[in-house]
C-alpha cells in the first residue's frame, strides 16, 4: 500500500484545515490508519488513528475535540479535520497504516508499515 498525503499548509491560529491521506491500492489488508506529527528534532507523535472496517476512532489528548479522522472506503482515502489550530500543531504530519496493528498499539509508530511522505502544517499566532 502507498500512501499520499496531503492537504497541508500555512494557517492561522484557530483557523483549520483538512489533511487527506489517499491509498494507492485497495486497504482490504489495512486494519487501523493514522496520522502522526513530526517537529524537527523530535519524535513523531500520535494524532489520530481509525479502524478502517469498523470506524472506531482514537485521539492524542492534545487534540482530543479539536481534530477528527474519517475514512471513505470507497476512495481508499482517509481525512484528518483540524479546527481550533495552535501554533504548537505546526509539524509534518505523516499518514500511516498497516495490517498488524492492534487497539493496544495502536498509538505506536512502530506498528505501522506503510508511510506516506508528510505534509508540512504551519500554524502562525
Known amino acids: 500500500v502507498q500512501l499520499q498525503a496531503s492537504g497541508g499548509g500555512l494557517v492561522q491560529a484557530g483557523g483549520s484545515l483538512r489533511l487527506s491521506c489517499a491509498a494507492s491500492t485497495r486497504t482490504f489488508s489495512v486494519r487501523y490508519l493514522a496520522w502522526f506529527r513530526q517537529v524537527p528534532g523530535k519524535d513523531r507523535d500520535f494524532v489520530a488513528a481509525?479502524?478502517?472496517?469498523?470506524?472506531?476512532?482514537y485521539y492524542a489528548d492534545s487534540v482530543r475535540g479539536r481534530f477528527a479522522i474519517s475514512k471513505d472506503r470507497a476512495k481508499n482515502t482517509a481525512f484528518l479535520q483540524m479546527d481550533s489550530l495552535r501554533p504548537e500543531d505546526t509539524a509534518v504530519y505523516f499518514c500511516?497504516?498497516?495490517?498488524?496493528?492492534?487497539?493496544?498499539?495502536?498509538?505506536?509508530?512502530?506498528?505501522?508499515?506503510?508511510w506516506g511522505q508528510g505534509t508540512l502544517v504551519t500554524v502562525s499566532s
Open positions: 500511516a497504516a498497516g495490517p498488524s496493528v492492534i487497539l493496544s498499539n495502536v498509538r505506536s509508530q512502530t506498528a505501522y508499515n506503510h
Open positions: 481509525i479502524n478502517w472496517s469498523g470506524g472506531n476512532t
